[in-house]
Nanobody, 120 residues
């Protein structure tokens, strides 16, 4: 059974950090690019970061560049999104998804999401 599970979300103060994890099962994550998306209340889902299957390329949305870092460990079938200097604008449900090899392809598998709330 194909499954993606995100974890690591929670409540954090502005300026704080969180590390989200993405655990895949039922398929070989190393063959897939890992994308991170988020959806804030009343807004459309947006892709904020992605790392290709070979780690050869990464993508960051402009608003998170320099603050967020995407990484992966293919041997562990896992990916991570390190988030720093968080602001209230980063409050959203964060999703991990997998696409064949590179970030330009359709994301086939999705997690259920993890809530990140940035508030004082």
């Amino acid at each position: 059974q194909v499954q993606i599970v995100e974890s690591g979300g929670g409540l954090v103060q502005p300026g704080g950090s969180l590390r989200l994890s993405c655990a895949a099962s039922g398929f070989t994550l190393s063959y897939y690019a890992i994308g991170w998306f988020r959806q804030a209340p009343g807004k459309e889902r947006e892709r904020i970061a992605c790392i290709s299957s070979s780690k050869g390329s990464t993508y960051y949305k402009e608003s998170v560049k320099g603050r967020f870092t995407v990484s992966r460990d293919n041997a562990k079938n896992m990916g991570w999104l390190q988030m720093t200097s968080l602001s209230t604008e980063d409050t959203a449900v964060y999703y991990c998804a997998a696409a064949r090899a590179i970030c330009d392809y359709e994301f086939e598998y999705w997690g259920q999401g993890t809530q990140v709330t940035v508030s004082s």
